[in-house]
Structure formats: structure tokens, C-alpha cells
């Protein structure tokens, strides 16, 4: 086996990049070879925007965690930097897990992670003990901190547990650094810890801002603490999650809330809950903000319960979502894809007022890499029962979006494509009701699909499984509706 040096992942990876070129999507970052899981720190530095992952390079499967590095000046063309981090410390010897990244005065980058350490009668479990680790360098080379961890099992008060105690977000306020991480507590489920420093190598712990009362799934993972719009924001990811109407599904889950940071108490009071996104496939959020004063979210483009499904002979795997700008209104969170997206169309066709019935294509709506805006809405008879929109199809392989106009309910169904395997093939969301009207912007690349409801009100991203050449796109609805259709081709 590869021995788990940094030394080792740059080399591998300088020699296999190229191999995935052929199946990377078009701008939807992908591992630079082998396997990707969560975002990490995703920040501004020295102007540019760099965005590191969970990475095993050696294969499509998880592994021993690295970091791999990628940086944009638009959010939608990458270069890829060499491996950060490798699992190569005795303080991270078991891997190198998600956190995040903050430019630091002095013009260094620095990366605050979750090492994952074995001690004595511990079995080779890759997830092992957990403490918070940092590295600091120049963009491209980081020094890990000779006193890793930076926040041990030590600084935990008792009760909570340091099997999982992981993800640290970094930020400063004044004159101090905080560190807000999950970990599981007494009565096993998940909660948000906050550490403070002046120094970033001393820190003490402040308090735990919030805990799951067995709600918000079980474990919490992957947390991320904003002000957005003169509110506070609190985002995380969990385990075993209970589904809850159309708001919450059943198993890994993506969560926001909204509410108030209070000072005096270090508790996070939550106001309203919503899912940040309902697909099939999104996970491990996190969020940065630009100079132009954006907030700007990018995710896994993926589940853990459907990471099975794939080809035998593929060279990467994992996707990052397209980055998204983030708005607060009404109390709700508005998601859109980043506005330099549209630098990238081409290609124009549109139409206006075309009364849909039977299932029916218009020429030149089609494609796997287009921006696809449809608003619907139903024909003055009131005959209108359903919509039907079939994308990415070749014949009887498609994935669906179908909205009822009575119930407000849009279902993203992709059940007819070419895996063999078992997989979560549909989710359903809830719009607001515009009397039978809805309006969807639909970024396809590829292999996955990122659904935009009513202005950016609802999200539903998911992986695709059709032929990745398969690009018919047909619309249909029970009784009488009317569309205008507007598809760029995306380009690069
Ligand atoms: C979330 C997660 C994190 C952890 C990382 C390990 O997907 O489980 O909690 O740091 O992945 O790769």
C-alpha cells in the first residue's frame, strides 16, 4: 500500500490527473484523480477563491483522508493545486477530516481540520479518536502546527465525547479566533461546540451553542455560523434524520437555521428551520463570503447512501455543486447559482406562450450542459392537473420533474436511468402556492441536475444516471398549461 505521505498523493496525482479529464463534468469541480467528499475550507485568499476537500487519491472509495486543493476566480473555472494535506502526523495519522480555512493577518492562509488519531486497543477504524488539528501556509505549502492538536480531548468538558468531535469552522471576531465544532453528547446526539483564542494555539471552550434534542438527526457534522441579511445563520449536516413532511427526509440530512446569536449566554436560538436543499444528493455545506460582500455556498453534490452508484471503470468520483449566492428574505433562505454562470451561455432559444398538453419538445431545447428557465403556469380553462418535465433522455431513460398544481408539490424523480444498483430515486419539495404557477431555473451538467424553484426558494440537487450523451428534453401536463422556456447552452 502507498504509504500515506504528501509526498506521495502530489506525485500520484500529477501523474493520473489527466486519465479523468474525459469524464469530468463541465463546471462542476471533481477530484483531481480518485475520491471526494466534503467541501473544506472554502475562503477568500489574497483574492482568489480556494476550495479544499475530503480526498482519497489512490481510489474511488473513501480512504485515509487528505485535503485536495483547487482555487477559481469565478466559482466556475478551477485549477487544481497540489494535495495540501496527507495523513502523515501522529496527531492526524488515521486522516485528515473536514474544517475549514482563514487568511490570516500577517498574509498567511490558515487551515483549521479534525485529526483522527488511534490509541492503544483501538481497532484500524479509519474514524478513530477525534481532535482539532491546524495548518498555516502560503496557498499552495502548509506547515502543520507543532503543538497539533490545537484543541484535544482535554478541552472538552465532560459528557461530551471525543470519538466524535469534528469539523471545525474557523472565524474571527475582534480580537479573538473561535472554533465551532460538532460533537455527540450524552444522550448521543449532536451539538455545536465553540472554542476561543487569541493566540491560535491556546484555546478554551465557551459553551455549547446548541444541541439536537434527538431532532435534527442524531450525529451533527459539518457546521457553519454566518450573519446573512440582519439575521443569524447556523447550517449543518446530520446523520439519521426523521423525515418531517416535505421539509426532511429520512437519513443524511442538510439543515438551516435561522435565529439569533446571543452574546451574553453563547447560545444559538433558532427562529426557523428549514432543509437547505431537498435532492437526493447534497451534503457537508459550507459557505465563504466575497469581497463584494456575497455569501456564497458550495456542497457535495452527493449522499452517503447512494455513494455505490457507479461505473466500474471511472477514475473519479465525487462532484462539488455549483457555488450558490445566499439570501435571507421573509425568513427563508433564497439560494441562486453564482451570477458568473452566466458569463458561460451561449446559444439562446426561447419561446413564449406555448400551450402544452400531450408530450411535446420544442427544437433546440435540449442539451446536458444548459441553464433551462421554464415558468409555467395553467391555461385560463382550468383543465391544469400536472406538469411533466422529462431531461437528460434518450427514449426511456430520463430523470423527471413533475409539479401539481393543487398541492404545490414538485417531485424530482430519477428512477429511469442506467444503474443496476438500489438508490433513493425520488424527493419531493413543497413551493409556495402561485395559483397553479411555477417558475424553475435548471442547471444541468452531465451527471447531475440543480433545480431552482420560485426565484431560488427552494433547491433540489441531484446526480443524474442516464447516458451521459442523453439530452432530449420533453414537457407534458394533465389538462391545459402555458410555458415559456429560455435554454443556454453552458460553455466553457
Ligand atoms: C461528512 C464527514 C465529516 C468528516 C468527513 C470525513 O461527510 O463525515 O463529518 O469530517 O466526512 O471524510
Known amino acids: ?106 498574509g498567511r492562509q490558515l487551515l483549521v481540520y479534525t485529526g483522527v488519531y488511534g490509541r492503544e486497543n483501538m481497532p484500524e477504524d479509519l474514524h478513530g479518536y477525534q481532535h482539532q488539528c491546524a495548518a498555516i501556509g502560503d496557498g499552495i505549502n502548509y506547515e502543520k502546527m507543532s503543538v497539533n492538536p490545537i484543541i484535544g480531548a482535554d478541552k472538552l468538558p465532560e459528557g461530551i465525547s471525543d470519538i466524535d468531535f469534528r469539523d471545525p469552522k474557523v472565524f474571527k471576531s475582534g480580537d479573538y479566533y473561535y472554533v465551532l465544532a460538532v460533537a455527540r453528547v450524552e444522550d448521543g446526539t449532536g451539538s455545536a461546540v465553540l472554542f476561543s483564542s487569541t493566540d491560535l494555539e491556546n484555546w478554551v471552550f465557551e459553551s455549547r451553542i446548541i444541541s439536537c434534542e434527538g431532532r435534527y438527526g442524531t450525529m451533527w457534522e459539518c457546521p457553519d455560523f454566518f450573519a446573512l441579511d440582519g439575521t443569524e445563520c447556523l447550517t449543518f449536516c446530520a446523520h439519521e434524520t426523521l423525515p418531517e413532511g416535505y421539509e426532511f427526509h429520512a437519513g443524511y440530512g442538510n439543515f438551516f437555521f435561522i435565529g439569533r446569536y446571543d452574546i451574553a449566554s453563547q447560545t444559538f436560538e433558532k427562529d ?101 428557465n421554464v415558468s409555467i403556469r395553467p391555461d385560463e380553462d382550468g383543465s391544469f392537473r400536472k406538469f411533466y418535465l422529462k431531461l437528460a433522455r434518450t427514449g426511456g431513460q430520463y430523470a423527471e420533474i413533475i409539479f401539481n398544481p393543487e398541492t404545490n408539490v414538485v417531485k424530482f424523480d430519477r428512477t429511469y436511468g442506467v444503474s443496476r444498483y438500489d438508490y433513493v430515486t425520488t424527493r419531493k419539495f413543497k413551493v409556495e402556492d402561485r395559483d397553479g404557477a411555477l417558475d424553475l431555473r435548471i442547471l444541468v451538467d452531465k451527471n447531475g441536475v440543480e433545480i431552482f424553484a420560485n426565484g431560488g426558494a427552494q433547491a433540489c440537487t441531484s446526480k443524474i444516471y442516464t447516458p451521459v450523451d442523453a439530452g432530449d428534453i420533453t414537457f407534458e401536463s394533465r389538462g391545459n398549461c402555458v410555458i415559456d422556456v429560455t435554454k443556454y447552452d453552458l460553455c466553457k
Open 1 to 106: 500500500m502507498t504509504a500515506m505521505t504528501l509526498e506521495n498523493a502530489r506525485a500520484y496525482e500529477a501523474e493520473f490527473k489527466a486519465s479523468a479529464d474525459a469524464e469530468r463534468p463541465a463546471f462542476h469541480l471533481t477530484p483531481a484523480i480518485g475520491w471526494m467528499n466534503d467541501p473544506n475550507g472554502f475562503s477568500v485568499y489574497k483574492g482568489e477563491y480556494h476550495l479544499f476537500y475530503q480526498y482519497y487519491p489512490y481510489a474511488t472509495t473513501w480512504g485515509p483522508m487528505h485535503w485536495g486543493h483547487a482555487k477559481t476566480k469565478d466559482f466556475v473555472t478551477w485549477e487544481y493545486l497540489p494535495c495540501a494535506l496527507a495523513p502523515d502526523t501522529t496527531a492526524d495519522e488515521r486522516g485528515v477530516f473536514s474544517g475549514t480555512a482563514l487568511e490570516l493577518e500577517d
Open 272 to 372: 426557523h428551520v428549514q432543509a437547505v436543499d431537498y435532492g437526493c444528493d447534497f451534503y457537508a455545506q459550507q459557505t465563504l463570503e466575497t469581497e463584494d460582500g456575497r455569501r456564497i455556498l458550495v456542497a457535495w453534490m452527493q449522499n452517503w447512501n447512494d455513494v455505490h452508484v457507479k461505473g466500474n471503470d471511472t477514475k473519479i468520483f465525487g462532484a462539488m455543486t455549483l457555488p450558490r449566492e445566499l439570501r435571507i428574505k421573509n425568513n427563508r433562505l433564497y439560494q441562486w447559482p453564482v451570477r458568473e454562470i452566466e458569463n458561460y451561455r451561449s446559444n439562446k432559444v426561447e419561446y413564449k406562450d406555448i400551450a402544452v398538453n400531450k408530450e411535446m419538445s420544442l427544437e433546440g431545447i435540449e442539451g446536458r450542459v444548459i441553464d433551462l
